[in-house]
C-alpha cells in the first residue's frame, strides 16, 4: 500500500462546504460589526446635537427670561400703580407710560420647541393687540381716561400673567433662576385684579347695583385738597350760571 496518493479530482464535498462556511461567516462578521459601529457612531452624534441643542437653548432661554422678567415689572406697575391724580388740575393721569418688549431675529429659535416659540414670540404681538384695543376705546366720543385706564390695567393683567407661565416654564426646562421679586408679588396682583374684573361683570350681567359704585369708589384714591378746590370752583361757577339762568341771585 503506497504512503502517498495523489487524487487529482474534486474535493471532498465537506472541504467545500467547510470554505464556504469560513467565508460567509467572516463576511457576517464584517457586515455586523460595520453596521453596529455605524449605529454607534450615529447615536453618538444625535446625543451630541441633542447635548449642544439643549445648552444653546439654555443660554438663549438666560437671555430670553431676562427681557420677560423686566416686561413683568412694567406690567405690574400699570396695573398696581398706573393711575394717579394731578393735584393741580385735579385731573386723573396714568402713571407708566406706553410698554414695549421685542425679541432679536437673529436668536437660534429652533433651539425651542414650537409651542415655547410660539408663545414667546406672540408677546409683543399681544401687546399690540392690547394697544389696538385701548386706541379704539379712546377714539370713542365720549371715552376718557376713567374708561381706558382700567381697560389697560386688566389687559396688562392678562399678558403679565403669560410673562410669567413662560417664565415658570423656562425655569423647569432650562434651570433658569426665578427672580427675586422681594416685597412684590406679580402674579397675585394680577390675579386678584382679573377675578375683580369677572365678578364686576357677572354683577353687571343683571344690571349696576350700588355695590358696584361703592366698590369702584373704594378702588380710587382719595381726592386731594387742590383737587377739591377744583371740583368746588368748577361747582361754583356751574352753580351761578344756573342761578342766572333762572333770574336768581347769590
Same mark, same amino acid.
Given at each position: ?49 441633542? &447635548? ?57 429659535? +429652533? ?9 414667546? &414670540? ?58 427675586? &421679586? ?48 377744583? &371740583? ?16 336768581? +341771585?347769590?
Amino acid at each position: 500500500m503506497p504512503i502517498f496518493e495523489i487524487n487529482l479530482g474534486n474535493p471532498a464535498p465537506a472541504a467545500s462546504a467547510s470554505i464556504w462556511v469560513t467565508i460567509l461567516t467572516g463576511l457576517a462578521v464584517a457586515v455586523g460589526a460595520g453596521v453596529v459601529m455605524f449605529l454607534l457612531n450615529w447615536a453618538r452624534e444625535v446625543i451630541m446635537a441633542r &447635548r449642544h441643542k439643549n445648552d444653546e437653548a439654555a443660554v438663549l432661554a438666560f437671555s430670553i427670561a431676562s427681557q420677560i422678567d423686566n416686561f413683568i415689572n412694567s406690567c405690574y406697575q400699570v396695573v398696581a400703580h398706573g393711575v394717579y391724580y394731578d393735584d393741580e388740575g385735579g385731573m386723573m393721569d396714568g402713571a407708566k407710560g406706553p410698554i414695549k418688549i421685542s425679541f432679536s431675529e437673529k436668536h437660534q429659535w +429652533t433651539v425651542f420647541d414650537r409651542t415655547l416659540q410660539h408663545r414667546i &414670540r406672540s408677546l409683543p404681538n399681544k401687546l399690540e393687540v392690547a394697544d389696538a384695543v385701548l386706541d379704539s376705546i379712546w377714539d370713542q366720543e365720549w371715552s376718557d381716561l376713567e374708561d381706558i385706564l382700567p381697560k389697560r390695567a386688566e389687559l396688562y393683567a392678562e399678558i403679565g400673567l403669560e410673562a410669567l407661565d413662560i417664565n415658570a416654564i423656562l425655569h423647569k426646562k432650562y434651570g433658569v433662576p426665578l427672580l427675586d &421679586r422681594k416685597t412684590t408679588d406679580p402674579a397675585s396682583t394680577f390675579s386678584k385684579l382679573l377675578e375683580s374684573f369677572a365678578e364686576s361683570r357677572e354683577r353687571h350681567a343683571n344690571g349696576p347695583c350700588e355695590q358696584d359704585m361703592e366698590e369702584s369708589a373704594e378702588l380710587l384714591p382719595p381726592p386731594s385738597i387742590g383737587e377739591l378746590n377744583v &371740583r368746588f370752583a368748577a361747582f361754583k361757577v356751574a352753580l351761578d350760571v344756573a342761578l342766572k339762568r333762572h333770574d336768581f +341771585t347769590m
